[in-house]
């Protein structure tokens, strides 16, 4: 081949290589474009402010990472265009391998996001259900009087503490779902089994606090029905004429 072939060839290519370049820059704008309206969008929802509340992740927040793989995947087919653009299928074919792996799993990924959905709202309404009876009970005066807290400032402390671990364990018991919609199945499976135990073991916790409390009202009221009888029948003014009475200590 001698110097004109060569450069009627290379001539010849030229505008593939123009074209895949502008499509190159075109989709890298493009991926930039996606990018930023995906994170935009996601921070209106406020996620991490309600996932996070105590503090809200800056670096990696969940925004920034959804935005980011968005952008990715968007990055790779722009360079399976460009590759295919000049006609560069052995370069190509890795990145088509990967973009059908990412679609292959959209299915499960989108199940998984459901399932931990469902899991957000179950946990929030079970989170503001024990911050409502907290407050009723903290403006009755039921925690102040069963000693559950000293001052009335701690109240509102407690309620939001109790209700956040609430919301986590509601998490907790969607989260094995989510492993395995996402076919995680080494992980998936021990913490099954652990929420499954953990899950056993309410009921005995239930029965065991009812009994626990059902005793301490069976106490108070035996406690109260014999300080009654007792000072019914006059014991106090018995035991001052035997001289058992107790003396109340002098003032200081």
Known sequence: MNTAEMLTSYLSKLPNLIIALLVLLIGWGIANIIEKA???GLQKTKI?????????????????????????????????????????????????SMLSAITAAVP???????ILLLGWAAASLFSCLVKKAGMKL???????????????????????????????????????????????????GPFTNMIQNVLSFLPKLFAAS??????WLVARLVRDIITNFLAIIGTERLAARMGLAIESPPPL
Do not use: C
């Open 48 to 96: 991490d402010d309600k996932l996070f509340a105590e503090k809200k992740p800056s670096r990696y927040s969940s925004e920034k990472v959804v935005s980011k793989v968005i952008y990715f995947i968007a990055l790779i087919i722009v360079f399976i265009l460009f590759f295919n653009i000049l006609h560069l299928t052995t370069v190509a074919s890795p990145f088509v």
């Open 210 to 215: 009812l009994i626990v409390l059902i005793g």
């Open 38 to 40: 995906v994170f935009k």
């Open 138 to 188: 903290s403006e009755n005066g039921w925690l102040r009087k069963w000693n559950m807290v000293s001052e009335e400032k701690d109240v509102s402390q407690s309620v939001m503490a109790v209700s956040r671990i609430i919301f986590y364990l509601v998490l907790l018991v969607f989260l094995p779902g989510v492993l395995s919609a996402l076919q995680i199945s080494g992980v998936s």
């Open 108 to 114: 499960s990924v989108l199940k998984a996001g459901l």
